[in-house]
Nanobody, 122 residues
Framework: QVQLVESGGGLAQPGGSLRLSCAAS????????MGWFRQAPGKEREFVAA????????LYADSVKGRFTISRDNGKNSVYLQMNSLKPEDTAVYYC???????????????WGPGTQVTVSS
């Protein structure tokens, strides 16, 4: 059974930075695509970023491109999301997801973590 656990969320000021981590277990991490999604109150869960098995291919939502960076360490079974130049509209619960394709569709990721709250406010 796949388990994903996110960490690193919290409160940041506008323009600040946070780094999210997601630790995976229960499946060969190196053979899986990893993604980050987020859900703000009253809104649909939306795609943020994804990374291929070897880390050579990444995909970003337009809203975070140039500010967020996804990376992975297969030796540590972990994926990361470095978030810079944070904006209040980045406030959401951030979810780590595991799948087989580098795509934006939520349905392509059958495994999800419980989420971590990110709040951007002065």
């Amino acid at each position: 059974q796949v388990q994903l656990v996110e960490s690193g969320g919290g409160l940041a000021q506008p323009g600040g930075s946070l780094r999210l981590s997601c630790a995976a277990s229960g499946r060969t991490f190196g053979s899986s695509v990893m993604g980050w999604f987020r859900q703000a109150p009253g809104k649909e869960r939306e795609f943020v970023a994804a990374i291929s098995r070897g880390g050579t291919l990444t995909l970003y939502a337009d809203s975070v491109k140039g500010r967020f960076t996804i990376s992975r360490d297969n030796g540590k079974n972990s994926v990361y999301l470095q978030m810079n130049s944070l904006k209040p509209e980045d406030t959401a619960v951030y979810y780590c997801a595991l799948g087989d394709r580098v795509v934006v569709l939520k349905s392509a990721y059958p495994y999800w973590g419980p989420g971590t709250q990110v709040t951007v406010s002065s």
